[in-house]
């Protein structure tokens, strides 16, 4: 038997994830059974001596007579223990037919979308600490894709994060990041091609950046090719009597790819109540600049400041950047 690799951020072939599990019990000599849900008869042994005797051609494989001469070659059949599994068994050649062992099932047999990796890879949390099962486009099974509203946590989502409403929550969320400077330090927040900060939310402990914007594609279901220029690099000062505002529109922004040839567009599905976080980086206002061309780019630490999207539409949330918060003081 085989099982994926338990790291689904390394994509391998269906092939390649494997570790070798015992199959089963070891039998005295050989015997006969059917494939479970099948007319099939499987020739069991302990080693290859014991296939010989039934055909000449014969190997033991994992306590199964296979002949693969007869079914031309390599397998193309693989078999997960059940649908959604990363354990794997190797398919057996029995009457010139690659067929799956009994206690597993045909990849092929399994629903469109299903994910072949550990249960924590495909495991989904929306911001109010919902689980969610994500799914597997690819004809791997393991692509892993969260359903729109959610993100890839590595651990179980934290229920204990949700944020009860007094009424419905508002449609959609305007949070106003303002980023000050009380003391006059010569600091800044760095301008790319958006604003550089990250949004993540209670519910994986804060662990993974939320999808706040996509650069440079219009909202589907227009798939019109924007006109993109150079992104801005460069640090944006921030004093005490100057600040720095950035407008979330408490979106969750997912890319999609065109199916026509041309721009991909961007879903926007907006972000429910819950306990957020906004860290931003922070910069000199004066960095050196680079031998060849451009600024160094170095950061002083971050600062990162908890708020909370509930009953009211519009928050503001001030950001001060004149000294680290807590354990971000360093880059």
Known sequence: MKRRNESHRTRLSLAALVTVVTLGAVFEGCATTKGEGSETHFIMCKTTTDCTKVASDSVCVKNLCSNAKDCNGTSAVSCPEFCGSDVFSESVCVGGAWTCPPNTVPVDSCPP??????????????????????????????????????????????????????????????????????????????????????????????????????????????????????????????????????????????????????????????????????????????PAMLPAGGFDKQVLYKVSVDFTLADQANVVVTVPIDHPSGSDAGP
């Open 113 to 286: 979308n299903t994910c072949f990796v550990p249960p924590s890879a495909a495991t989904c949390c929306t911001t109010n600490g919902e689980r969610r099962t994500g799914i597997c486009p690819d004809v791997n099974g393991e692509d892993v894709q969260c359903p729109q509203g959610s993100f890839h946590v590595d651990a179980e989502c934290n229920s204990v994060c949700a944020v009860t409403t007094v009424s419905s929550p508002p449609a959609q969320y305007s949070v106003t990041f303002q980023f000050t400077n009380a003391s006059n330090a010569g600091v800044a927040v760095w301008s790319g091609c958006t604003l550089e900060y990250d949004i993540t939310t209670c519910a994986d402990a804060y662990a993974t950046p939320l999808p706040k914007s996509v650069f440079c594609e219009s909202k589907c279901p227009s798939v019109l090719c924007g006109s993109c220029g150079a992104c801005n690099d460069a640090p944006d000062p921030v004093t005490s009597t100057i600040s720095v505002n950035d407008v979330w529109q408490g979106e969750l922004d997912y890319s999609e790819l065109s199916t026509d040839g041309r721009c991909g567009c961007y879903d926007a599905v907006p972000a429910p109540p819950g306990q957020y976080r906004v860290t931003v980086p922070v910069y000199s206002s004066t």
